[in-house]
């Protein structure tokens, strides 16, 4: 129900832009992130903003990404500048409810490579 969308391939230093849109209605939403998994890593959280608007960033992405929503709280974007060979991976939007329903997206492949 959750698409993302913006992965590609860019060279250190550039940036890119994911975004996250819901297919259908979501309600209540509680919190929304955006993780990332490595080759042979573990998925983890990069960045989250919740239902009031507090961020969260993982401390290697503090400074270069940026995450925001819409004015509906229904697309999630996050904005990467200075992307390093370390940000290489699949980037997943996910979005929790109140009623604690959790909505995953399709992964984004995100590459980092001169």
């Known amino acids: 129900q959750l698409q993302a969308s913006g992965g590609g391939l860019v060279q250190p230093g550039g940036s890119l832009r994911l975004s996250c849109a819901a297919s259908?209605?979501?309600?209540?939403?509680?919190?929304m992130d955006w993780y990332r998994q490595a080759p042979e890593k573990e998925r983890e959280l990069v960045a989250r903003?919740?239902?009031?608007?507090?961020?969260v960033y993982a401390d290697s992405v503090k400074g270069r990404f940026t995450i925001s929503r819409d004015n509906a709280k229904t697309t999630l974007d996050l904005q990467m500048n200075s992307l390093k060979s370390e940000d290489t991976a699949v980037y997943y939007c996910?979005?929790?409810?109140?009623?604690?329903?959790?909505?995953w997206g399709n992964g984004t492949q995100v590459t980092v490579s001169s």
């Open positions: 996910h979005y929790m409810t109140i009623g604690l329903v959790n909505y």
């Open positions: 259908g209605s979501i309600f209540s939403i509680a919190f």
């Open positions: 903003i919740t239902r009031g608007g507090v961020t």
